[in-house]
């Protein structure tokens, strides 16, 4: 099962330059949701999806665009890179009629620096 | 406002210990409770999920429990093994339906020593 799976796993992007964080779910949930996680900080929402053509900000959401035109795909889009959007970002998705919860399915991760 | 803590941030044992990874939470008023592992370099990974009314849920060696009037869980490892060296986190979820209301800790990394 390939479950969440997102690309590329490393980049290194120059101040200014824009990028694609591709996300790709193949268990037919739902909800999808894009987190950056940074030292000390925690897991932060950037972006979230309960269906598609439907998204929503999360927490932490400026600097960065989402679109879900089919309920497999979630890119991430970061636009304008700055030293700030450094971090490890993380794919997700979780199935809203999950019976017992809503256990949530992380990608592996795709590490970006900015410099 | 709903905040996560877990400690010890660390934490490093004998193998064969039986072991125990603390989450406290400030709103008793939460859907579920989540524990997840991240191994280096990985992503997360769901280890259990506790409903609200429930106490306990069990897995192989884990098993977490929940007291929601304390604000507290616990993710009891039984045997520890070199294998279960990883970062541990909880996260609340304060919607029923989605996981855009997850709470998370900052987790405990635990080592666990051959």
């Known amino acids: 099962n390939a479950g969440v799976t997102q690309t590329p796993k490393f980049r290194i992007l120059k101040i200014g330059q824009s990028m694609t964080l591709q996300c790709t779910q193949d268990?037919?949930?739902?909800?999808m949701y894009w987190y950056r996680q940074d030292p000390g900080m925690g897991l932060k929402l950037i972006y979230y999806?309960?269906?598609?053509?439907?998204?929503d900000k999360g927490e932490v959401p400026n600097g960065y665009n989402v679109s879900r035109s089919t309920t497999e795909d979630f890119p991430l889009r970061l636009e304008l890179a700055a030293p700030s959007q450094t971090s490890v970002y993380f794919c997700a998705s979780s199935y809203s009629m999950e019976p017992g919860g809503n256990t949530i399915y992380f990608g592996e991760g795709s590490w970006l620096t900015v410099v | 406002k709903q905040e996560v803590t877990q400690i010890p941030a660390a934490l490093s044992v004998p193998e064969g210990e039986n072991l125990v990874l603390n989450c406290s939470f400030t709103?008793?008023?939460?859907?579920?409770l989540q524990w997840f592992r991240q191994d280096p370099g990985k992503g997360l990974t769901s280890l259990l999920l506790?409903?609200?009314s429930q106490r306990e849920q069990t897995s192989g060696r884990l098993n977490a429990s929940l007291d929601k009037s304390s604000g507290r869980s616990t993710l009891y490892i039984a045997a520890s093994q070199p294998g279960d060296s990883a970062t541990y986190l909880c996260a609340v979820s304060l919607n029923a339906g989605n996981n855009r209301k997850l709470i998370w800790g900052l987790g405990t990394s635990l080592a666990v020593n051959p």
């Open positions: 268990m037919n949930h739902n909800y």
């Open positions: 999806s309960v269906g598609a053509g439907i998204t």
């Open positions: 506790i409903q609200s």
């Open positions: 709103d008793s008023a939460i859907y579920n």
